[in-house]
C-alpha cells in the first residue's frame, strides 16, 4: 500500500480484505487468512494500516427493526434551494440526527436529496415543518414516503477494481 | 371586545421559526409561507385549495393562530367552519371571508 499526497493506492489484498469486510464486518482475521491463503498477522496489518489510513471509515451494524417490532418510517425528501444558500442548507441538514443521508446533485437545478427517518408520519412532519422549512434559503421541499424497502447496501468495492 | 393591546399583539411579525407554512401533504412544502395574520389572509387566496384542506382537518390552522398569534376568537371560528366540512373553493371562500373580517376588525382596534 502507497500513499500518495492524500490518496492511497490499495493492492491486490487490501481490495480482497475490503471486499469480504463489506459483506461481513464481523469475520475474524484467522477466517478471513483462511480464505484469502495469507496469514491472520498479515490481514491485521492490512486492516490497522487502512483504518489508521481513513480508508476504512466505520464498522457499523444493520438493524432489522421490523424484527424488534418498529416500524419507523423513512423517507426521501428532495430541497428546492436558493442556489446561494444550497450549500449551507445541506451542512445543517447533515447535522440534524433525522437524516441518515444528505447529497446534492444537479440535474436541471441544484437540489438537496436526503433521506430522513422517523419514528412515525406525524413526527415526519413535524421535523420537516419545524426543522426544514425554517431553514434559510429553502424554497420548497418535496417528500416521498418509503412503503417497501427491496435493498440497501454500500458502494460496491468490486465497481472500483 | 377585542383591546387595542391585544390586537396589536396579534397583528405583530412572527420570527421566521414561527411563520406559518403551506404544505399540501405529509413533508410537501409549497414554498408559501405567512408570517402575520395579514400575510395569512392573503396566502389564503394564493395557495393551492389543497393545501387549505390539508391544514384545516389536521387542525393546524387553528393551531397556529391560537397558540402562536394567540387569538382564540378567530381559532374557534374556523373549528366551527371544519365542522361544516368544506372542500375545495368553498373552504377558501369561507376560510378568506372569517379571517379577512376578524383581520379588519382587529386593524379598526389597534388604531
Given amino acids: ?161 | 371586545m377585542i383591546t387595542f393591546k391585544s390586537a396589536q399583539r396579534i397583528l405583530r411579525r412572527l420570527p421566521r421559526e414561527n411563520a406559518f407554512y403551506f404544505f399540501t401533504s405529509i413533508g410537501n412544502y409549497t414554498g408559501a409561507s405567512a408570517d402575520s395574520l395579514e400575510e395569512f389572509v392573503k396566502k389564503i387566496l394564493e395557495v393551492n385549495v389543497k393545501s387549505l384542506e390539508f391544514h384545516l382537518y389536521r387542525g393546524d390552522l387553528q393551531k397556529w393562530i391560537e397558540g402562536t398569534l394567540e387569538d382564540k376568537a378567530l381559532s374557534d371560528e374556523i373549528k366551527v367552519l371544519q365542522q361544516s366540512k368544506p372542500l375545495g373553493d368553498e373552504l377558501r371562500d369561507n376560510l378568506y371571508l372569517i379571517v379577512s373580517k376578524h383581520y379588519e376588525k382587529l386593524k379598526k382596534s389597534s388604531f
Fill in chain 1, 1 to 161: 500500500m502507497k500513499v500518495r499526497s492524500d490518496t492511497i493506492t490499495l493492492d491486490e489484498l487490501d481490495w480482497s480484505i475490503l471486499r469480504l469486510l463489506q459483506s461481513n464486518a464481523n469475520l475474524t482475521y484467522a477466517k478471513m487468512g483462511r480464505q484469502l491463503n495469507v496469514a491472520h498477522s498479515t490481514i491485521y496489518e492490512r486492516i490497522k494500516r487502512m483504518d489508521e489510513q481513513g480508508v476504512i471509515k466505520k464498522y457499523t451494524v444493520t438493524v432489522d427493526l421490523a424484527r424488534i417490532g418498529r416500524r419507523p418510517v423513512t423517507a426521501i425528501m428532495t430541497v428546492f434551494a436558493d442556489p446561494k444558500e444550497t450549500e449551507k442548507v445541506a451542512k445543517k441538514l447533515a447535522e440534524m440526527k433525522e437524516t441518515v443521508e444528505v447529497d446534492t446533485s444537479l440535474s436541471e437545478e441544484l437540489l438537496i436529496i436526503a433521506k430522513v427517518v422517523a419514528e412515525d408520519q406525524e413526527k415526519l412532519h413535524e421535523f420537516i415543518a419545524q426543522k426544514v422549512v425554517p431553514l434559510q434559503g429553502v424554497l420548497r421541499i418535496r417528500t416521498s414516503i418509503v412503503t417497501k424497502k427491496f435493498k440497501e447496501g454500500e458502494f460496491p468495492i468490486e465497481f472500483l477494481k
